[in-house]
Structures are given as structure tokens and as C-alpha cells.
């Protein structure tokens, strides 16, 4: 589900990935294609959702750290191709041209101008500074440049298992979907360039691939950096992840979220929200793993509660691309866009948040918020429940996929008096009021949390 969405801040015109977005209730109005893959599994489209409205938190004071440069990379070498025949290819499998050594008149000419405008020589600008020497001012320009053409738009959360071991030069060095596409355009090509009509043998890839993550080093270099550059890298990077992943995404890389929303004021009393920022698309497989399967379902309060009390923080759900996806008829998706107070039009565009919904977020009134894809048949159930196979004894009827609220017992209505509640539709529909009327896809089933005890 891609539906379009206003967002905070708007998504980058950049991107091209697409879901509603997060951010304050009057905000501009963006578009964005999601999509990425793991074994195949590409998150096509997800739809943001839109934040309440929260006061920015200003990043901490720059500290006079210093730190040496990394030193220059030199490009990578080109060999001739009479050279020992040699089987130097791009990073696409295509054959380098042959190029005429250049004599360097034009190289002289630029460093001479260089240096009669600035004063200086080329050695010496190239010699290594240091950047925390830099006022705050530009590092911050040095911040935002690092966004202006991202690399890659969507990141794959993909935890390691067992492993402590930097992987970037090994992850770089593998063979990815895209490659072999590449090598199969490349083969056609010298296939078709091949007068003779023999086959051309294919020739092994020399070159690591180019990082898609460039300036993920930025958060690596020491601690000053990292609290300036994260949040900046945080909100702009869109990271993709599985249901199932979610919460582990969250105590990982935001362990510190539950602590600090627990200590937030009331919202009316309220002066500043939760310091975080994000930018989130949630995969939603066609069939339920076994987590999914669970008694339990898949807990999703943790994103709710800090995606409603942090300063910048887009959430979407999203599917793995599939042929002949139709976005128009996915309730499952649709009805999950409910949970951050939308709906999804016609035109998948998304609509205003419900406010009672977006008061009971923001007022931590929820212990839990689960989702049932695929809840186990009910073997107690009620004879309209069950069906009946020929003279065979009665078999209980799939149920039906469900979200479960589940209130503090502080904060519950007065009819909220069991776990799964029954839910009042006079003189009010309790669910409509909340933006959980006409659902397509899932039921939606209400509570208060109970005694351990009991």
C-alpha cells in the first residue's frame, strides 16, 4: 500500500520509495515510492502517517574536539587494454573504453589558477584539517550536503547474528540481485557487439561495488560527531524492516526511548516532546510467519508510543513488491494505517488524524497494542462458529484477524472491565469515534489489562 500522505518533513523529492507521513496535524503534502529487497523481498510501498504537532529540541553545543582527517583515497587505477589482456570492467560488468593518456596541461592549468586566486599550493590543500576545528555553523552545512543526492533510499535492518566483525568491505564485495542483472545486460550487450557470433566468456568483476552508505562514518568517527550528525542521518535515512523486527529495531537503536516518553508531562502541561527523529517503513509479508501465528500476535505499542511523543518520527506500513500488486484493494494495509490515527482515501492520499485517537496516544493511556494476522481457531467456539463437514464432527471456523487494544486500568472507561471488552456502538460507536469504524480487513477488539493474578 503506497498511499500518498502529508508529511514533516516533506519527503525529499529524491526518493524513490512512497508512503502517507508523520509529522505535524497541518503539514505539507508529498508523495514517495518505498521499496527494498531482501531475498527478493522489496517493500514496495508503505504510507507515513502524520505526527502530532511537537516543538523542536535544539541539538547540544558544539565542543572544541579535534580529530585527524582520514586521509585521501586514490582512484582506482586503469589499465590499458593491451596490458596482458586484462579483464578490468566497470562495476556494471561493461568493458572499459580505451582512453588517450592525458599530458596534464588541463590539471596544470586549474591548480595554477588555484593558487593565484587563494594563495596557496596544491600540496598544501590537500594536507589533512581538522573538523571539529570548524564553527558549528559549518559543520552543519558539511551535515546537510552529506543528504542533497542520497545513495540509497531505503536501508534494510538486518541484525547480525554471532558476529562482531565490520562487514562493510565484505557486504560490498558480494554479489547482489542488481549486479546480476547488470552481467545479464552486459552479456547481451557484447553479444550483440560480437561480429564473430561466438559467445564471449565472462570475466570475473575486479572492482568492489561503491558503499551506498557514504557518510554512515560520520556517526562512527567519536562522540561529539555522533550527537551532531545522528539525528540529521536518522531523520533522513529511511530504514525498512520486517513486523516481526520492529521492536528489536526500537530497543536497539533507540534504547533509551521507553525512559525518556515515560518522564514526559501531560500534554497539556507539556514544553517539549521525546528528542528523536526517524523515518521508518514497516514490511508487511502476504503470509503470517510463525510469530505472527502466535498466541500473542505482534506487539506494535512501543512504535505508537514513541512515534506519537518524539519530535520527527515517520512511520509507514509497506509490502514486498509482488507482480500485479493492487494497492486499492488491500484492506490488511489500508486498515493498519488506523493505528496512527488515518485513513486511506480513494486516492491514497491520507486523512487527518482522529484526535480522541491522538489524545489517547499522546496521553500514554495504552498498555498494549497487539496485531492477530492469523489468530489459532477457537476449539471452545459456539456453534455459529463452527462448521459443519458432511456427518463429521464440528469443525471450528477460521477467526478473523484482529487488532487488540488494551488500556492501563487507570485510564479504562467504565465499560472496560475484561481483557477483550464488549465494545459499546450506543448511543456512540466507540470504535467510528476513534477512527476504527468500517475496518476492512481486521476486527478490532478492546480491553483493559488485568491482574497477573488473576
Not at 527478493?40 to 523542536?56: D, F
Not at 540481485?177 to 565472462?202: F, V, W
Request: aromatic share 6%; hydrophobic share 35%.
Amino acid at each position: 500500500m503506497a498511499p500518498t500522505r502529508a508529511s514533516t518533513p516533506p519527503p525529499s523529492r529524491s526518493s524513490k520509495f512512497g508512503h502517507p507521513p508523520v509529522g505535524p496535524a497541518s503539514s505539507t503534502t508529498g508523495t514517495r515510492q518505498n521499496a527494498f529487497n531482501g531475498t527478493s523481498n522489496v517493500i514496495m510501498g508503505s504510507g507515513h502517517t502524520i505526527v502530532p504537532p511537537s516543538p523542536g529540541v535544539p541539538l547540544s553545543g558544539f565542543q572544541a574536539l579535534t580529530m585527524s582527517a582520514a586521509p585521501k583515497r586514490d582512484p582506482p587505477s586503469r589499465r590499458n587494454k593491451n596490458q596482458a589482456k586484462d579483464n578490468v570492467r566497470t562495476g556494471a560488468g561493461v568493458k572499459k573504453q580505451v582512453k588517450k593518456k592525458s599530458d596534464g596541461t588541463m590539471a596544470k592549468v586549474v591548480d595554477a589558477a588555484l593558487n593565484e586566486r587563494i594563495g596557496t599550493s596544491g600540496q598544501a590543500l590537500q594536507k589533512p584539517f581538522r573538523f571539529m576545528d570548524l564553527p558549528g555553523e559549518l559543520r552543519n552545512e558539511v551535515y546537510m550536503h552529506t543528504h542533497g543526492r542520497p545513495k540509497q533510499a531505503l536501508l534494510v535492518y538486518r541484525p547480525r547474528i554471532a558476529s562482531l566483525r565490520p562487514r562493510t568491505r565484505l557486504d560490498r564485495g558480494r554479489t547482489l540481485a542488481s549486479d546480476l542483472a547488470s552481467q545479464e545486460q552486459d552479456e547481451e550487450i557484447s553479444s550483440a557487439d560480437n561480429k564473430s557470433g561466438r559467445p564471449s566468456k565472462s570475466k570475473a568483476k575486479t572492482e568492489l561495488r561503491e558503499t551506498n552508505r557514504p557518510f554512515w562514518g560520520l556517526t562512527q568517527v567519536c562522540r561529539q560527531l555522533r550527537i551532531e550528525y545522528r539525528p540529521i542521518y536518522m531523520a533522513k535515512q529511511e530504514i525498512g524492516m520486517d513486523l516481526t523486527e520492529m521492536v528489536d529495531y526500537l530497543q536497539t537503536f533507540y534504547p533509551t526511548a521507553a525512559d525518556v516518553v515515560s518522564q514526559l508531562a501531560p500534554p497539556g502541561e507539556r514544553q517539549n516532546d521525546a528528542p528523536f527523529v526517524g523515518n521508518l517503513t514497516i514490511a508487511v509479508g502476504d503470509k503470517a510467519n510463525d510469530l505472527e501465528r502466535a498466541v500473542d500476535g505482534i506487539e506494535v505499542f512501543p512504535l505508537l508510543d514513541i512515534w506519537s511523543n518524539s519530535l520527527k518520527i515517520e512511520a509507514g506500513f509497506g509490502r514486498y513488491l509482488k507482480a500485479n500488486y493492487v494497492p486499492e484493494t488491500d484492506g490488511e494495509a489500508k486498515d493498519l494505517y488506523r493505528l496512527f490515527g488515518r485513513r486511506v482515501l480513494k486516492n491514497r492520499s491520507c486523512s487527518g488524524m482522529n484526535n480522541l485517537w491522538r489524545s489517547i496516544l499522546r496521553s500514554r493511556s495504552l498498555a498494549s497494542v497487539r496485531i492477530h494476522r492469523k489468530p489459532a481457531p477457537n476449539a471452545a467456539a459456539s456453534a455459529p462458529a463452527m462448521a459443519v463437514v458432511g456427518t463429521q464432527l464440528l469443525v471450528p471456523a477460521a477467526a478473523k484477524p484482529y487488532v487488540h487494544i488494551v488500556f492501563k486500568a487507570d485510564a479504562a472507561e467504565p465499560w472496560m472491565t475484561e481483557f477483550e471488552s464488549v465494545v459499546p456502538k450506543t448511543p456512540n460507536n466507540w470504535l467510528a469515534e476513534r477512527g476504527f469504524g468500517a475496518m476492512e480487513y481486521f476486527e478490532v477488539k478492546v480491553g483493559v489489562e488485568q491482574d497477573a493474578s488473576n
